[in-house]
């Protein structure tokens, strides 16, 4: 097995938990959500991130609004829906449970087994 191939795999599993997070702060642009997710080393593409954001506006977990820029083309901005809302936090709780369990797992010793 591929170790690096692993690492990714887990990375995209989250991916879109974070995604959830990061629009949940507030109006955000894609390209200000490709520099936080790589920033934290989340190995994210535009290739990846854009029909990932289409699959959850047709979920009906955020919208878009489009907004003019003085130095460009108009810009997408995301935010949740109510429904996002809910959603995102019955992730939170999944995702907390998932460390807890994760790490009564792995910080058992061989002692208490």
């Not at 591929?2 to 887990?10: C, G």
């Not at 989250?14 to 997070?21: A, K, P, T």
């Given at each position: 097995m591929?170790?690096?191939?692993?690492?990714?795999?887990?990375r995209k599993g989250?991916?879109?938990?974070?995604?959830?997070?990061?629009?949940?702060?507030g109006e955000v642009y894609a390209s200000d959500m490709l520099y936080e997710l790589t920033s934290a080393r989340m190995i994210v593409v535009e290739g990846t991130l854009y029909p990932l954001l289409t699959r959850l506006k047709n979920a009906g977990l955020l919208e878009y609004k489009?907004?003019?820029?003085?130095?460009?083309?108009?810009?997408?901005?995301?935010?949740?829906t109510a429904e996002g809302t809910s959603f995102l936090n019955g992730l939170t709780e999944t995702w907390n449970e998932l460390i807890q369990s994760t790490e009564m797992v792995t910080n058992r010793s061989k002692a208490s087994i």
């Open positions: 591929n170790l690096e191939n692993a690492q990714v795999q887990m989250l991916l879109e938990y974070c995604i959830l997070h990061i629009i949940s702060r489009w907004v003019e820029s003085k130095s460009g083309p108009p810009r997408k901005y995301y935010k949740l």
